[in-house]
């Protein structure tokens, strides 16, 4: 079956101007990720949906940050007045996860994810 | 804040040669996870260990876990070039949420 998609693959911006990265989950997980990766570092959370609502937005860097996600499914990351330092790879993720109690496992299927430079 | 530290950082080894991992985290967790990325995209789940088990096996993969030292550890045997790629633990807790170390970077030479 299809796995996590991203668009686009690659994004190039200038300094100041709004994105919006897409992420279409497995069908059927209800939980999805958002992950920042800075040039050989660490995968940095971002936010995390259950469902439409999220319940940890924890890691999102600063208020020019916001992420959606509607009917369950597609999410949309999107960062307003771009600045240089928001020039990293964005991964999405999802997962099945019940919402109850912690899942037995929880693993999460990545995708490609998009590649925004911003100059 | 990330959780799990693994190390070393870099890995460089002989294609033949196992490869082990290490991975230390600070807080109780519900399972561990490792996960492999490819020249900086997607991540691409290995081997998920629950926290009431020690070791676990897939393929070539042999992973540990010991709860008391809160470290886990990666060994691939008989190691390909195929296998260079980064390499993260994801230690999972109370809820969904997995947080990632920095990576270790492995090169096989063949």
């Known amino acids: 079956g299809a796995g996590v998609s991203q668009s686009p693959s690659n994004k190039v911006t200038e300094k100041g101007k709004d994105v919006e990265l897409r992420c279409d989950p497995i069908?059927?997980?209800?939980?999805l990720y958002w992950y920042r990766q800075s040039l050989g570092q660490g995968l940095e959370f971002l936010i995390y949906?259950?469902?439409?609502?999220?319940?940890?937005k924890s890691g999102l860097p600063s208020d020019r940050f916001s992420a959606e996600r509607t009917g369950g499914s597609v999410s949309t990351l999107t960062i307003q007045r771009t600045q240089q330092e928001d020039s990293a790879v964005y991964l999405c993720?999802?997962?099945?996860?019940?919402?109850?109690?912690?899942?037995?496992?929880?693993?999460?299927?990545f995708g490609p994810g998009t590649r925004l430079t911003v100059l | 804040s990330q959780q799990g530290e693994e190390d070393p950082q870099a890995l460089s080894i002989q294609e033949g040669e196992n490869a082990t991992m290490n991975c230390s985290y600070k807080?109780?967790?519900?399972?561990l996870q490792w996960y492999r990325q490819n020249s900086g995209r997607g991540l691409v789940h290995l081997i998920l260990?629950?926290?009431?088990?020690r070791e676990k096996h897939s393929g070539r993969l042999r992973v540990t876990l010991d709860t008391s030292k809160k470290s886990s550890s990666l060994l691939i045997t008989a190691s390909r070039a195929a296998d260079t790629a980064s390499y993260f633990c994801?230690?999972?807790?109370?809820?969904?949420?997995?947080?990632f170390g920095k990576g270790i970077t492995l090169s096989v030479r063949p």
């Open positions: 993720a999802s997962s099945y996860s019940s919402g109850g109690p912690p899942p037995p496992t929880n693993t999460q299927y």
């Open positions: 069908s059927g997980h209800t939980a």
């Open positions: 949906f259950q469902g439409n609502s999220a319940p940890d």
């Open positions: 807080t109780s967790i519900n399972n």
């Open positions: 260990i629950r926290s009431n088990e």
């Open positions: 994801a230690t999972a807790g109370a809820n969904s949420k997995l947080t």
